[in-house]
């Protein structure tokens, strides 16, 4: 009797040993991935120092500078979770639209905004750049990937949509910026927005962990649960509640697909599977030999020219419908 009593506290110790290993690995892995303060984030107009935008680093400043230069509105609201929000508009000419733009993990208006702040300049089209949570001056500590995000989005739509009543708007954002606007198509968006522009976006916070698990040489279990219970018991959401994939594949939203077929960071295959995914209208610019995040700087005159054919071609066929009905 006392040696099976003794086997059951090991067995007992083992387990809560196991455990407290878990619960602590999972942490580590929260801090390391979702875990985002405030003293770990750029300076505002300070570049990332990334091989992938090197070679476009003085177009880059030029772009930050002049994005301080000219004018803009500071915007600030309140997310659902009571968290504060900031942005910048910059107004364009009356009549045209409205692009709300969202930058990427880690990443900031910027730079990541660069392609979008030349329709702006070039354009004429009315211009907000987000800060997404957890970036900048927004509050938070903890990136989930697009999960929250995507609500955040549709804060910033319902606030600019009372504010510009009858102002076509759309849906832009870049790599997890991407990704959180496709995201968003689960939630119910004001009428003004009229498409999403998806650049270098990825399928799910599932899948770009998973590839970033495989490219590490960890194996998937138990690292892939550990990251979960992280995001779950650290950063209090679940990284599988939805995914950009759901969100075209149940969304009414035209979609543009954006993405460099030599992106190392999201694979290629990803836009791939979200364009099949899409069920709405949608179009694909796939930007030869471009790398990550990079399209609008590698390929800028056809990055702007697309966009504008697809946001100015929605518009036309939507004053075409109201003419006729």
Known sequence: MSRAITAGILILTLILLLAMAGILASYVLYRIIFYYPQKKRLAPGKLPESWMNAP?????????????????????IRAEDDLTLQGRLYEGE??????????????????????????????????FMAEQRSHGE?????????????????????????????????LAGVS????????????????????????????????????????????MWPTYPLVKLGARLYGHFNMEETSAIEGVKTG???????HGDKDSVVPYAMCESLYSACRSRKKRLTVQGADHAVCSLAATNDYVQTILSFAEGLIWQQQRICVNS
């Open 94 to 127: 009356t009549g045209k639209p409205l692009i709300l733009f969202f930058h990427g993990y880690h990443g900031g208006y910027q730079w990541d905004g660069f392609g979008f702040f030349q329709l702006f300049r070039k354009e004429g089209y009315s211009l």
């Open 56 to 76: 476009w680093t003085e177009r880059l400043k030029e772009s930050c500078l002049l994005m301080d230069r000219m004018p803009f509105e500071k915007l600030t």
């Open 252 to 258: 009414k939203l035209p979609v543009l697909f954006i």
């Open 176 to 219: 997890m910026g991407a990704a959180t606007v496709m995201m968003a198509e689960t939630e119910e968006l004001p009428t003004g927005v009229k498409g999403i522009i998806a650049d270098c976006g990825y399928t799910s916070p599932k899948d770009i962990i998973q590839k970033n698990i495989r490219e590490l040489h960890f194996p």
């Open 138 to 170: 927004s509050s938070d500590r903890t990136i989930t990937f697009g999960i929250r995000e995507r609500k955040d989005v549709r804060r910033w739509a319902e606030h600019l949509a009372e504010r510009f009543p009858g102002k076509p708007m759309f």
